[in-house]
């Protein structure tokens, strides 16, 4: 149980991500003070949108330099800091030669570095981590041991590896690792946000992330032969941002929350673009056969280990905890899916 300050300020790692700009905006229209990291503050493209928002908001923003890979990067942002939100990690699935560089060592080194400026910090009271239902579980086959017949937050990733399944990997080595430096101290506390597949409009114009390459992709042509059967947890990327607002100032949180409004398939979500953009973009509109997808696996960027274990496989959370302990209600993923693609249009991405 801990009670954060207001008028500290909270650092936010890797502020011009996808769900990290959400967050920023949301607590600096709170007026706190937000600290912040980013590898280059230099680069306009990726922190123009962020002094802009603090420039239009009560609250106030400083941007710090940092890289997950850099022992003590984090000591100087974190300064006076009672709140910690570790959201920096490299969320992509696919155009890496090596995972461990690309994916596991950024993730667990970058957490234990974060972790370790807090154990240096003597304000830090609590630490949020942006964590993953990709912590949760490995492939969607999985399920078929879990006799209750859906995730909850008693789960752990125990399939995936560096060869299979990288990203998933480097998120559960990294959650793991933090709890093991929070649990060999007691000044600070920590509340992990496992959140499923974030869509939802981007303020950031430079993210890498995959939420955005595969909303692109919807549009874009990618899908129009078709879709693999592939089912996900989906969740809106504003209600994400809250969720670690709440996690971060109730002070009875603590432990693992799934953030996830629903499942649905790819298909699906096609469905709902051409409700309303009609065939106005080359939306997905079949599912392809299993053996297809497994055949063109390499040429699409995954492992036929990945179609083997994912393809055709039914998901299903549990996000009660998120809902009663944090008091999250979700947006219906029509809105959030819609209004994704709404902001590619204006954007002029699509
Ligand atoms: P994003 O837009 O790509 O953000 C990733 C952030 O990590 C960027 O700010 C990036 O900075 C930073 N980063 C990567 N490597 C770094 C390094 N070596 N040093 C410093 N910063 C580094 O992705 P996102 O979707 O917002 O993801 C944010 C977090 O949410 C990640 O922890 C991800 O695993 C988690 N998550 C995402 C989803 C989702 O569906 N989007 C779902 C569950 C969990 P640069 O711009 O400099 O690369």
Redesign the pocket.
Known sequence: MRTINTSAPVLVT???????SWLIKMLLEDGHTVHTT???PRNMT?VEHLTKMAANAPGTLKIFK????TEGAFDEAMQGCELVMH?????IVSGFKDANEALVR?AKE?TRNVLEAANRVFAVKRVVL?????AIYGDAKDMQNIPRGYFSEEDWNTSSSTDHQPYSYS?VIAEKEAWTICRAQDRWDMVVIN????YGPSL?K??????ISTMVNMGDGTMKLGVPKLTLGVVDVRDVALAHVKAGFTPEASGRHIVSATEISFLEMGRMLEARYGDAYPFPKRELPKFLVWLMAPKSGVSRGFVHKNVGYPVKFDNSVSREKLGLAYRPIEQTITDHFEQLIEDRVV
């Open positions: 890797g502020g011009n991500g996808y769900i990290a980013v590898r280059d990726k940092a890289d997950l890979l959201t920096a990690s490299p969320f950024p970058g942006t964590s993953s239902v990709a998120k959140p499923s597949m974030v950031s430079s993210s890498g992330s995959t939420s």
